[in-house]
Structures are given as C-alpha cells and as structure tokens.
C-alpha cells in the first residue's frame, strides 16, 4: 500500500522541549515537504529536500530542523525556539520539485499540541 | 510579496446548488495551478491542476476549474453539489520553483 506515513497521529509536549515528528514515503520520491496548517491561513512551507542530504529553509523555517539521510525519510525537528509550535504538521513528497506542475502528495498529519 | 488568495472562507450551501470558490494570484509570468481539497479525517488530495493547454480544466467529482490569465484567477466551479463536497478547498501556485504557494482556504459546508 504505498503512500505518506506520519506518526504519531497526535502529539502533546511540555512547553521548551524539542519534539520529532516522523513522515515516511515508500512512493519513490526525490521531493519530500513539510507544511505548517493553522486556520484561516493555508498551509505555509517550513523546509523541503529536493534528494537525499539535501534541504532547503522554506517560508517560516525558524524554531524548526530536519534531516534526509535517507530516501524514505524526511523527519521534522521543532525545537524549543518556535514561539508558537501548536499546530498541524503535514508532510508531503512529490517524484521531483524540479517539474512544476508534478503533484504533491500528503500524509495524514500530526497534530502537536505544545502545553 | 507572492501570495494566493482565497475571498471566500466559509461557504454554506444547499444540496444541488452551483459552486464556485475565488482564487487569484498576485504575480505574472508562467504559473502552475492546483486545487486541493481536505475532507473530514482525510488526506490533503488533488482535485485537479493547471500547467498549460486548455484553460478549462476538469477534475475528478465533476470539479472544474478555469484559468484565466488576464485576470489573474483560477476559480473552481461545480454546478451541482452533493452533502459530500463538505470539505476544506485549497488553491495552490507553483511558480516554477518547485514550492507550492497555498491559500487560506475555503471551509465549504453542503446541508443536505
């Protein structure tokens, strides 16, 4: 069954700890995104990795971190310098950032409550 | 700033009524449109998308949406609804770079 996997589904954490949300794509792609969903604002882009070891700041990256050792993986780090880290986590991958119009595909979501 | 807006957030209609959400986009030159759409406890999914040829473009559900460049807009239409179009509407841009662009959203509500 191939697709996006995000885990854990809900996430509660103690203000100033750092917390990682898990996506995970068995589609075979190269792109892979994380989106921040808030109401009334759409999703906006924390970071994206076009390959392997390679990423790049999207629009509000600050308080935010990840990595891509591998293909599969694309894990989202939100540490304690995001002032405001209560939100839903969407993350999505695409078979390549460099043609435009190919489609995103997204996982379900985590949504993080910070208390 | 390159932004994408969405006039409508909320939109409450009846069971056969005609759709049609705004979007338009504040920059020129090649653009990529979709429209996504959330239903309730789903995935984020494609309705449809844009990248040139006939600006008329259909999608699944019987979903539409027309380009029109002079005006800058991308709306989605539908001219009937069902109580199974409730979801949360997102129109996107990509401006060749690879990144979407989002909307705020439109909440659709269909009472039955």
């Known amino acids: 069954d191939g697709g996006i996997t995000q885990s854990p589904k809900y996430l509660f954490r103690k203000e100033g700890q750092n917390v990682t949300l898990s996506c995970e794509q068995n589609?075979?792609?190269?792109?892979m995104y994380w989106y921040r969903q808030d109401p009334g604002q759409g999703l906006r882009l924390i970071y994206y990795?076009?390959?392997?070891?390679?990423?790049q700041k999207g629009d509000i990256a600050e308080g935010y971190s990840v990595s891509r050792e591998k293909k599969e993986s694309f894990p989202l780090t939100v540490t304690s310098a995001q002032k405001n880290p209560t939100a839903f986590y969407l993350c999505a991958s695409s078979i390549d950032s460099r043609a435009p119009y190919n489609e995103q595909f997204f996982g379900p979501g985590t949504r993080l409550t910070v208390l | 700033a390159q932004s994408v807006s969405q006039h409508n957030h909320h939109v409450i209609l009846s069971e056969a009524a005609s759709l049609e959400l705004g979007c338009n986009y504040s920059?020129?030159?090649?653009?990529?449109l979709f429209w996504y759409v959330q239903y309730p406890g789903q995935h984020l999914q494609l309705l449809l998308k844009?990248?040139?040829?006939?600006?008329l473009v259909k999608g699944i559900k019987g979903f539409e949406a027309e380009f029109i460049k002079s005006k800058f807009s991308f709306n989605l239409r539908k001219p009937s609804v069902q109580w199974s179009d409730t979801a949360e509407y997102f129109c996107a841009v990509n401006r060749n770079t690879g990144k979407l662009i989002f909307g705020q959203g439109t909440t659709l509500q269909v009472k039955p």
């Open positions: 920059y020129g030159g090649t653009v990529n």
């Open positions: 844009y990248f040139s040829g006939d600006p």
């Open positions: 589609l075979n792609h190269d792109a």
């Open positions: 990795s076009q390959i392997v070891n390679d990423f």
